[in-house]
């Protein structure tokens, strides 16, 4: 029997031209897949599933060899080009306003999962097309699985959604996007429409205001870490599940304590995301500066009674 991946991811590799009132980065690696795994690479071993072109260079991929990602589910396309997404951010840095999207080689991506792949314990299905994010999840033979969606697909593939919502643990979506999935203004009953779908829990990304996790019995919520600077949010979502992800793959048991601690470590290491463009600040982490912000959470959360 072949080994097995601990924690698999099956999104998007992009090339990212961003503005922010803070700068600009013409060539400014991104994707799902790409933020997810470096976030999550601090916690466990992690394999991409993705979709590269020729001009995914060898030096774009330093930065998988850097965290020791498996690149061995990473396609590469001869004479293709990278998913290329253009994207600019005002004083609101909550809202990304696309001003160019080339699918390129991500238009006609068809996971291909190695056996290692098949057998990983933990999967996350980043935002892509709802029946592919399926047929993944059939592939692996995973004991929890999360995955990510837009209001692209909740407007335009609802009922393809719905069927792939059914088969997963979690779902982690932002805000507007829960509102708008449930068909309810409020949060907290949108919560508990969606959990009638068939997953276990929610977790809701709300940028700057932090995160709130539901299951059928239990609320949890967390401020955002604050900070006095965010330079560019792009991939923030990610790497946000990624550090929840990551957590709760490296942990002995999913029960309640697990999920809130994997909560606030996907808030740690978005709060570090933002902070550069790119994934530039996650390359430079050391597991103590994790440590340090986690406890900074605990610090300023916790009151007594």
């Given at each position: 029997?072949?080994?097995?991946?601990?924690?698999?991811?099956?999104?998007?590799?992009?090339?990212?031209?961003?503005?922010?009132?803070?700068?600009?980065?013409?060539?400014?690696?991104?994707?799902?897949?790409?933020?997810?795994?470096?976030?999550?690479?601090?916690?466990?071993?992690?394999?991409?599933?993705?979709?590269?072109?020729?001009?995914?260079?060898?030096?774009?991929?330093?930065?998988?060899?850097?965290?020791?990602?498996?690149?061995g589910n990473l396609q590469r396309i001869a004479?293709?080009?990278?998913?290329?997404?253009?994207?600019?951010?005002?004083?609101?840095?909550?809202?990304?306003?696309?001003?160019?999207?080339?699918?390129?080689?991500?238009?006609?991506?068809?996971?291909?999962?190695?056996?290692?792949?098949?057998?990983?314990?933990?999967?996350?299905?980043?935002?892509?097309?709802?029946?592919?994010?399926?047929?993944?999840?059939?592939?692996?033979?995973?004991?929890?699985?999360?995955?990510?969606?837009?209001?692209?697909?909740?407007?335009?593939?609802?009922?393809?959604?719905?069927?792939?919502?059914?088969?997963?643990?979690?779902?982690?979506?932002?805000?507007?996007?829960?509102?708008?999935?449930?068909?309810?203004?409020?949060?907290?009953?949108?919560?508990?429409?969606?959990l009638t779908l068939g997953p276990k829990m929610?977790?809701?990304?709300?940028?700057?205001?932090?995160?709130?996790?539901?299951?059928?019995?239990?609320?949890?919520?967390?401020?955002?870490?604050?900070?006095?600077?965010?330079?560019?949010?792009?991939?923030?979502?990610?790497?946000?599940?990624?550090?929840?992800?990551?957590?709760?793959?490296?942990?002995?048991?999913?029960?309640?304590?697990?999920?809130r601690r994997a909560v606030i470590f996907g808030?740690?290491?978005?709060?570090?995301?933002?902070?550069?463009?790119?994934?530039?600040?996650?390359?430079?982490?050391?597991?103590?500066?994790?440590?340090?912000?986690?406890?900074?959470?605990?610090?300023?959360?916790?009151?007594?009674?």
């Amino acid at each position: 029997m072949s080994s097995q991946i601990p924690l698999l991811v099956v999104g998007s590799v992009a090339i990212d031209s961003i503005r922010t009132p803070f700068g600009v980065r013409e060539r400014s690696l991104g994707g799902a897949a790409l933020h997810f795994s470096v976030s999550a690479s601090f916690f466990t071993d992690v394999g991409v599933v993705a979709v590269v072109g020729d001009d995914f260079t060898t030096e774009d991929e330093t930065v998988f060899r850097e965290r020791k990602i498996n690149t061995g589910n990473l396609q590469r396309i001869a004479g293709g080009k990278t998913f290329r997404w253009e994207g600019e951010y005002g004083f609101d840095l909550n809202t990304a306003h696309t001003l160019d999207t080339q699918l390129n080689v991500f238009a006609d991506f068809k996971p291909q999962l190695s056996d290692e792949a098949k057998r990983s314990p933990f999967l996350f299905l980043a935002n892509i097309q709802p029946g592919l994010q399926r047929e993944v999840r059939e592939q692996v033979d995973a004991r929890f699985v999360a995955m990510d969606t837009m209001n692209f697909w909740i407007e335009g593939a609802r009922d393809e959604l719905l069927r792939t919502i059914a088969v997963v643990d979690a779902l982690i979506i932002n805000d507007a996007e829960a509102r708008e999935l449930a068909g309810e203004p409020n949060l907290i009953r949108a919560a508990r429409k969606i959990l009638t779908l068939g997953p276990k829990m929610l977790v809701v990304k709300r940028g700057e205001y932090g995160a709130a996790f539901f299951t059928r019995d239990t609320y949890f919520a967390t401020p955002a870490f604050p900070l006095e600077s965010v330079f560019d949010p792009t991939g923030a979502g990610d790497s946000f599940a990624g550090g929840l992800m990551g957590y709760i793959a490296q942990s002995d048991k999913i029960d309640e304590s697990t999920l809130r601690r994997a909560v606030i470590f996907g808030s740690v290491m978005a709060s570090f995301n933002v902070e550069e463009f790119s994934c530039d600040r996650l390359r430079r982490l050391d597991p103590n500066d994790i440590k340090a912000r986690f406890q900074q959470f605990k610090e300023f959360t916790n009151f007594e009674v």
